[in-house]
Structure formats: structure tokens, C-alpha cells
């Protein structure tokens, strides 16, 4: 079984400020970890995913987010938000072993304010 | 490249009547999601196919739920006797490969949902 938590269903920041969205997981197996982002009326788009490499991953639009096996931890991060960033996120984590069954979390709805 | 399109992209259903919600996936990618996502809430899993597979529908709420893909292409999500707490967004996702080469890591991309209303 796997299940996605993040933390803070609404985070707001300023323009130019640090971005952090907290998740985290739980999964039996070793997990394949995503972060996504949804746009108004639009499907979920991938930033980044990690896949048993590197535990430091780099994702589009300037963001990252770190793997922590001892904090089974994935927080996405971006040093300085932009008014475009103001959207969805989305934490999913898919088991080694099943290619099809994500699981993800609730959405953190990200506000930027000028 | 065309991405996933999903149709209708809004429909309004009364209580009872059968709804078919349409998925056409990337061209040649052989894995094909839905998931239901409703208001206020993540995606959640409905089914998968490998081509015209369906390897999991563990997630299909109830057998008024019914999921095909019969050329390993096109899908169709069917509801039937629509109830008001099917109302939600229903996302179509794909990925170009399968198996050891393919699986869990592999990215998915998704349509832009079908907004479902039952009323």
C-alpha cells in the first residue's frame, strides 16, 4: 500500500520569495516519486520525477525537489517564485512493481503575489 | 507533437443516464490511464491498459464503471445510471512504453479531463 501527504493545501508567497511544497509518502516498495503541476482547466503537466538516481532532482521551470528515504520526504522547491508559478501542484508516488497504480496526494494550491 | 485529447471536455449528465467519455492518447504510446479526480481532491486511479489490455481496474468504483480500449488506441470510459457523486473530472493519461523497458518510472501524459456534472 502507498499514500501521499502534503502538507498545506494552500501556500502563499511573494514574488521573488522561496518556494517549498512539502510532501511526503509512504509506499512498501521502493518508490518512483513525481511531482506535477495543473493549470486552470488543464491536465497535469510532469516538473520532475525521481527514479532511483540521483537524489536531487532538477525539473522544469527552475524548480527541484529532493529525495529523503530517512524523511520519506519529496519537498519541491524554487529559489524565487514568478507570477507564472501560481498554479496546482500535485505529489504522486508509483511502486516499483506496479507500472500503472499512482498515488497522489491532495494538490497544493500555490498563490504568488506581486 | 498532438498531445492527449479528451472529449466531450464538459457534459452534463441527469441522474440515471449512461454517459461515454472519449481518451485519444499520444500517437503509438501503448499505456493508457484514467483516473477520477474530484473537487478539491488528487487524481485517483480508475484503470490502466497496455494496448488493448486492461491490466488493472482495481480502482473502478463500482461495475456501473466500464473501461475499453479495443484496438490498443482510442478508449472509452462508460458510466452508467449516472449518480450525483460521479461528478468530477475524469483525466486521460498515456505512456509510450510497457513492461521492463517501460513501468512505474516512466512519465504519463495527461489530457485535459472531462468535467462531469451529474445533476
Known amino acids: 500500500a502507498q499514500s501521499v501527504t502534503q502538507l498545506g493545501s494552500h501556500v502563499s508567497v511573494s514574488e521573488g520569495a522561496l518556494v517549498l511544497l512539502r510532501c511526503n509518502y509512504s509506499?512498501?516498495?521502493?518508490?518512483?516519486l513525481f511531482w506535477y503541476v495543473q493549470y486552470p482547466n488543464q491536465g497535469l503537466q510532469l516538473l520532475l520525477k525521481?527514479?532511483?538516481?540521483?537524489?536531487l532532482v532538477k525539473g522544469i521551470n527552475g524548480f527541484e525537489a529532493e529525495f529523503k528515504k530517512s524523511e520519506t520526504s519529496f519537498h519541491l522547491t524554487k529559489p524565487s517564485a514568478h507570477m507564472s508559478d501560481a498554479a496546482e501542484y500535485f505529489c504522486?508516488?508509483?511502486?516499483?512493481?506496479?507500472?500503472?497504480?499512482?498515488?497522489f496526494g491532495d494538490g497544493t494550491t500555490l498563490t504568488v503575489k506581486p | 507533437g498532438a498531445g492527449v485529447s479528451q472529449s466531450p471536455r464538459y457534459k452534463v449528465a441527469k441522474r440515471g443516464q449512461d454517459v461515454a467519455l472519449r481518451c485519444d492518447p499520444i500517437?503509438?504510446?501503448?499505456?493508457l490511464f484514467w483516473y477520477q479526480q474530484a473537487l478539491g481532491q488528487g487524481p485517483e486511479f480508475l484503470t490502466y491498459?497496455?494496448?488493448?489490455?486492461?491490466?488493472?481496474k482495481s480502482g473502478l468504483p463500482s461495475d456501473r464503471f466500464f473501461a475499453e480500449r479495443p484496438e490498443g488506441s482510442v478508449s472509452t470510459l462508460k458510466i452508467q445510471r449516472t449518480q450525483q457523486e460521479d461528478s468530477a473530472v475524469y483525466l486521460c493519461?498515456?505512456?509510450?512504453?510497457?513492461?521492463?523497458?517501460?513501468?512505474?518510472?516512466?512519465?504519463?501524459?495527461f489530457g485535459p479531463g472531462t468535467r462531469l456534472l451529474v445533476l
Open positions: 493519461a498515456s505512456s509510450p512504453l510497457r513492461g521492463l523497458a517501460g513501468g512505474p518510472q516512466e512519465t504519463q501524459y
Open positions: 509506499s512498501s516498495v521502493p518508490p518512483y
Open positions: 525521481y527514479t532511483s538516481a540521483a537524489t
Open positions: 504522486a508516488v508509483t511502486p516499483a512493481l506496479n507500472a500503472g497504480k499512482s498515488t
Open positions: 500517437s503509438g504510446h501503448v499505456s
Open positions: 491498459f497496455q494496448n488493448e489490455a486492461q491490466l488493472d
